[in-house]
């Protein structure tokens, strides 16, 4: 049903444009939600084959589909339930009991918890890598290694690994690499296109955008899709078709949402680093931070998450988050609202507070989500929360 014309378009066409019915359906501008179950027998051959909502194939999931695997230049796309529902659906295909997998030390903290628990249950060996150092990584590998995992930029220290490393060595040795590019949104990184085999997203966060729907995305290469799709329908971690139709609009307005909170974070991250209070800031597109040139080659864009130490450590981001009026206090990201969370008490409070602070993450330390707010407004309410 998608249209085959818009390959050679932009992204921020291809947004509106790719993947949408062809002919219009009633002559319908917009996606309609397509609130049935199941189909009426078409001949179709074979279980996946059937029309129903947890195979994934109502027109809600096809145009989805067709769209996502455009913006990420990748063979094919998958909608899920959750952005875990994607991570763990993808590994459990990829990784089979007796495999070996390597995966960057520090993770999302669902996909943490999978692959330290539930992987090791399934019979699949973990080991951990540093991304930043892709020397260390052959030492690691076994004849039972099938796979490679890591992110696009850690969470909260936005630290940017190396990604043309990780996808190089996958290649010389034949394992499968995964990336899970949420923080990136592909409007500032096509992994797909730049030659991960699975790219991994939350679309809960940037590719949603309005902080109202949970889902996942998986694409890249035909033949792994498939198979990550056919486990998924036994698995029944489908995206129902009211959340299809909130995610396709959403996605809509994601290149104009991420530009602004690219432009965002950059200014209230150099308003930050110059502020006498604040200790340190951690955001990749600042100039002097270590992995800047890497990130900007990389990247289109450097994301709408930093985070920041202030010098009166735990009391004053306390006091801080009290104070903010404009600021959210509240977990997740990538939503047109600007959030902050103090890790420590959220993503990272499941890990013992000396491994906290020895992988540098400061009980005081104030993770930001930028929103699509004007940014003086943003920093004002900033200000005043740091001299309250
Ligand atoms: C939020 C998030 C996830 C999990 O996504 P859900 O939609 O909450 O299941 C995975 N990876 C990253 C980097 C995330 O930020």
Redesign the pocket.
Known sequence: MADDHTDAYRIDTQLIHAGEPSPRIEGAISMPVFQTAMYEFAGEEGYHAVRYIRLNNTPNHLALHAKLARLEGAEAALVTA????A?STALLEVVQPGDHLLIQDSL?G??HGFVSKLLPENGVEVDFIDLDDPASWAAKCKPTTKAIYV?AMT?PLLEVGDLAAAVAFAKERGLVSLI?A??ASPVNFRAAAFGFDVVLH?A??YLNGHSDV???VVCGRAPLVERITRRLDYLGGTLDPHACVLLHRGMKTLALRVRHQNALATALAEHLDAHPAVARVNYPGLASRPRHARARELFDGFGGVLSFELDGGLDAAERFMKHTRLAVTAP??GGVETLVTRPATTSHAGIDPEERRRIGIDDGLVRVSVGIEDAADVIADFDRALSA
């Open positions: 959750s952005g875990m529902a991570i999302y669902g996909t992110e969470n899970d949420t923080f939350s809960t966060k949970v889902a996942g997740s990201l």
